[in-house]
């Protein structure tokens, strides 16, 4: 996404470079971003929108994080730190792992003890990742990291905070609005994301804003936030007519990237969704299951239960007449269905297998099958 002095390369997105943090010759790159943005006929015909799925899922670590990440990790090289740190639900930690390695860094990772799905837990160890399990949940280990913040400057260099309070990484995730507008030409009319610690609605949002601030495509689209019912302080505050979340002391839901009950972006994410003219909504478990196999059978896209959440949030915003006839709709995939595989392993439960005990039985299993 990005080359030396913050030029940005590929489709064009050469036009937002003046947007971009400029990273001298320190950057740290896996080839992210540019991820495509395929139109989702199922959606589309079931909701009257025509509805694209920005595959996120295809960053080198396997999600949208690697966006914030290679100018994170640049910015912590180009100070001389030794260590970089998180709390993670997952995705986060398997892309700082990644970028923080490639940099030369040692990576520290505060998780959730049960709380990260296997694939991300793997990812993050085999990049040789020091895993400090905390009791509790996600919120436990951020209010951790977030204690480095009031620390001195000089130990902050040594040890580099990489959460998305840091204002590096909402600047590298901005980038998903620009490659929207170049692949649309024009603003979609909404914007439907899955929320956790909310940084991405965020930095999404300020980069539609931004690049209107250029003249560049005009217009802005509403931007719809999505969070799983068991883990909803910004759905359910929003509902209310609430000026601020209300804070989920035990979140629970099967979409464990965003499993947050006390989002650290949350002020930023309100914004985003007031400026917008946009939404809040919260989905059940039940919805994002669904919406998972639905993308997988009918779409032929694999994506973890939280990038199913944005898909499960556009058919409920479908069902109470939020989303008009023939809009644009761009839902953000934030991660691969991979990272996942128990949760994927469950939405397979009801798949067709047949058993051959030789080349000719399994023919003619074919042959049953081209006959149905």
């Known amino acids: 996404m990005y080359e030396a002095e913050g030029v940005p390369r590929g489709r064009g997105v050469w036009r937002y470079k003046d947007l971009l943090p400029r990273l001298g010759k320190t950057v740290i790159s896996l080839g992210e971003g540019s991820t495509p943005l395929v139109e989702l006929p199922w959606a589309s015909e079931s909701t ?22 290679t100018v994170g990790v640049s910015i912590a090289k180009g100070l001389n730190a030794k260590v970089t740190v998180v709390a993670s639900t997952g995705n986060t930690a398997a892309s ?13 990772i505060l998780l959730p003890r049960g709380g990260v799905a296997k694939g991300k837990l793997l990812q993050a160890l085999a990049h040789g990742a020091t895993l400090i399990e905390v009791e509790g949940g996600f919120d436990h280990a951020m209010e951790a990291v977030l204690n480095l913040v009031s620390l001195d400057e000089a130990y902050i260099r040594r040890v580099y905070p990489l959460n998305s309070f840091n204002p590096y990484r909402l600047e590298g995730q901005k980038t998903i609005a620009f490659e929207v507008l170049e692949d649309l030409g024009e603003p979609p009319d909404y914007v439907i994301v899955p929320v956790g610690n909310s940084g991405n609605i965020a930095a999404i949002w300020k980069g539609f804003k931004e690049a209107g601030m250029l003249g560049l495509p005009e217009g802005k689209p509403k931007m719809i936030g999505v969070q799983a019912e068991g883990a909803s302080p910004l759905a359910d505050a929003w509902a209310l007519g609430l000026r601020e979340p209300l804070y989920t002391h035990n979140p629970r839901t099967v979409a464990s990237a965003i499993r947050i009950g006390r989002p650290v972006n949350w002020q930023k994410a309100l914004k985003a969704v007031d400026e917008s003219r946009g939404a809040f909504l919260k989905v059940s478990d039940e919805e994002i299951l669904k919406a998972m196999a639905t993308l997988a059978s009918e779409e032929g896209v694999i994506v973890e239960p939280a990038s199913a959440a944005a898909y499960a949030g556009l058919l409920k915003a479908h069902r109470i007449g939020m989303i008009e006839r023939n809009s644009k709709v761009v839902l953000v995939l934030t991660g691969h269905g991979l990272k996942d595989p128990d949760t994927l392993s469950q939405i397979s439960l009801h798949a067709r297998i047949e058993r051959a005990s030789n080349p000719q039985e399994a023919l003619e299993a074919i042959e049953d099958l081209a006959r149905e």
Not at 54 to 69: A, C, I, Q, V, W
Not at 96 to 108: D, E, F, H, I, Q
């Open 48 to 69: 009257g929108a025509k509805v694209y799925g920005k595959l996120e899922g295809l960053n080198p670590t396997g999600s949208f994080k690697d966006r914030g990440m």
């Open 96 to 108: 700082m792992a990644a970028y923080s390695r490639r940099a030369g860094l040692k990576p520290v």
